[in-house]
T-cell receptor, first 114, second 110 residues
């Protein structure tokens, strides 16, 4: 258990509305990640953070923004949700050094955009 | 970019059988990780491998870091119904980012 919680766990929203997903960790890890999981695509990195106010893009960042104002919280925002953003979203934290890190995942948020 | 090819995509086996799955990469990886995901849950780390040739066990699970550093294998011995789930490999290449395979879905018939 890596002390990661995600909220909400389930969300249904309409196209064009803004949505914010929250990831909270209790172990003071520096690195945090947001992934989306879709059938046939595995886990794909959206954005990640390497410290408070330090974030960078992943491979599927279009349409998403992130913020990290506190070590323990990493927020993912869909500015204007689209049906293609219907997915399961996972937050992760990282332990270990570069090239020897392991990532631990939260329970996920299921998002349906109608 | 670097990609992982995980196979097989799915397996349907009888309880008690052994299972093998693998991941291959077109380039060298420095770390291999194996995860299991139960329905409705996040992936859970099973085994981490950091050295070429390394063989590591976790109960009935055994994973190996290939000598060429381009592949890894996961074996499950004497499968039981609770082994059902999706198994993911992941690895660190020269980008420093963790890259995931597409998963192997395992179903076990009692």
């Amino acid at each position: 258990d890596a002390g990661i919680t995600q909220s909400p766990r389930h969300k249904v929203t309409e196209t064009g509305t803004p949505v914010t997903l929250r990831c909270h960790q209790t172990e003071n890890h520096r690195y945090m990640y947001w992934y989306r999981q879709d059938p046939g695509h595995g886990l794909r990195l959206i954005h990640y953070s390497y410290g408070v106010k330090d974030t960078d893009k992943g491979e599927v960042s279009d349409g998403y923004s992130v913020s990290r104002s506190k070590t323990e919280d990493f927020l993912l925002t869909l500015e204007s949700a689209t049906s293609s953003q219907t997915s399961v979203y996972f937050c992760a934290i990282s332990r270990g050094s570069t090239y020897q890190e392991t990532q631990y995942f939260g329970p996920g948020t299921r998002l349906l955009v109608l | 970019g670097q990609q992982l090819n995980q196979s097989p995509q799915s397996m349907f086996i009888q309880e008690g059988e052994d299972v093998s799955m693998n991941c291959t990469s077109s380039s060298i990886f420095n770390t291999w990780l194996w995860y299991k995901q139960d329905p409705g849950e996040g992936p859970v780390l099973l085994i981490a491998l950091y050295k070429a040739g390394e063989l590591t066990s976790n109960g009935r699970l055994t994973a190996q870091f290939g000598i060429t550093r381009k592949d890894s294998f996961l074996n499950i011995s004497a499968s039981i119904p609770s082994d059902v789930g999706i198994y993911f490999c992941a690895g660190h290449g020269n980008t420093g980012k963790l890259i995931f395979g597409q998963g192997t879905t395992l179903q076990v018939k009692p």
